[in-house]
T-cell receptor, first 111, second 113 residues
Framework: QKEVEQNSGPLSVPEGAIASLNCTYS??????FFWYRQYSGKSPELIMF????GDKEDGRFTAQLNKASQYVSLLIRDSQPSDSATYLC???????????FGSGTRLQVQP | GAGVSQSPSNKVTEKGKDVELRCDPI?????LYWYRQSLGQGLEFLIY????????KSGLPSDRFSAERTGGSVSTLTIQRTQQEDSAVYLC???????????FGPGTRLLVL
């Protein structure tokens, strides 16, 4: 089992819709989670960081964490074509010294 | 302020040659990471430096790969006797400390012919 699982996509949503990106992880010791966005040909950039169970909102982005289910998600409201990118989930964890990145979900927002 | 910088931005080499890739982290960041990303793939962790601690080399794919970090700042990733499967984008990231937000450089695109 991979440490971090993400559906590779592409996930296609119409402009203005809510995009839901999901990530499961295997290490129960994972304490906090980063979501990065990577445009084609570019480097990853941080979108959200969450460490408590529940929701964390930042503008159009909401991260949701459920440690009991080992599940973290990213919701993008009012999706825009500029949101089209690959979204990478990366948990930290007890004893882990570097982030472990999922392979990412490619999101396509159709105008 | 200045972000993470990497050089060269692109490198084309012949199979069997050695290459050196450079990373300048954000000033004050004690942690530095190297990743590799093949076309259409996720990030593959290579090596991690934290302050003066021994580096975590657990991700290096073979003994042809090595890295050093001088003076707790600049890092160099060296690939000896390059192979075609080494072709990828090599990304460097730095963070204030362990498990903090990582900030990525623009990457070095390596092509081994």
């Amino acid at each position: 089992q991979k440490e971090v699982e993400q559906n590779s996509g592409p996930l296609s949503v119409p402009e203005g819709a809510i995009a839901s990106l999901n990530c499961t992880y295997s290490d129960r010791g994972s304490q906090s989670f980063f979501w990065y966005r990577q445009y084609s040909g570019k480097s990853p950039e941080l979108i959200m960081f969450i460490y408590s169970n529940g929701d964390k909102e930042d503008g159009r982005f909401t991260a949701q964490l459920n440690k009991a289910s080992q599940y973290v998600s990213l919701l993008i409201r009012d999706s825009q074509p500029s949101d089209s990118a690959t979204y990478l989930c990366a948990p930290t964890g007890a004893g882990r010294r570097a982030l472990t990145f999922g392979s990412g979900t490619r999101l396509q927002v159709q105008p | 302020g200045a972000g993470v910088s990497q050089s060269p931005s692109n490198k084309v080499t012949e199979k069997g040659k050695d290459v050196e890739l450079r990373c300048d982290p954000i000033s004050g960041h004690t942690a530095l990471y190297w990743y590799r990303q093949s076309l259409g793939q996720g990030l593959e962790f290579l090596i991690y430096f934290q302050g003066n601690s021994a580096p975590d080399k657990s991700g290096l794919p073979s003994d042809r790969f090595s890295a050093e970090r001088t003076g707790g700042s600049v890092s160099t990733l060296t690939i000896q006797r390059t192979q075609q499967e080494d072709s990828a984008v090599y990304l460097c990231a730095s963070s204030l400390g362990q498990q903090e937000t990582q900030y990525f450089g623009p990457g070095t695109r390596l092509l081994v012919l």
